[in-house]
Structure formats: C-alpha cells, structure tokens
C-alpha cells in the first residue's frame, strides 16, 4: 500500500496553495519589422523575422 497523510490538511492550509493555480496573460511586443503583435523572444508569425534576420519565408495571402 502506498503511504497515507496521518492527518487531515485544513481548508486554511490548502488556501495559499490553490492560489497560486491561476492563468497568466499572455505579453505581446510589437514586431519590429511589420509592427503586429507577437510573442518575446519568438519568431514573428506574419512575416518570419526574428532579431532582424528573414527566418522562415512567409507566403503572403492569395489575395495580395
């Protein structure tokens, strides 16, 4: 059998542990080539750049 707590944790003591289960917001820096919003420290996902170098060739929409 597997270990089993000895006692009962309070709903006082499991409080401050359930808080810290929260979601994040997410942060987004403008792209410094075309200016769309992106994440830190990732490629940019509309026009490949990444620290001013072309990544990945990004095909634009059909339409254009």
Known sequence: MAPLPKKKRSK?????RRAAYRL?????NPC???????RPHRLCPVC???RGREVIAVESPAGQ
């Open 12 to 16: 006082a003591r499991l409080g401050p």
């Open 32 to 38: 410094p080539q075309c200016h769309s919003p992106r």
């Open 48 to 50: 490949g750049y990444y």
């Open 24 to 28: 994040s917001v997410v942060t987004l």
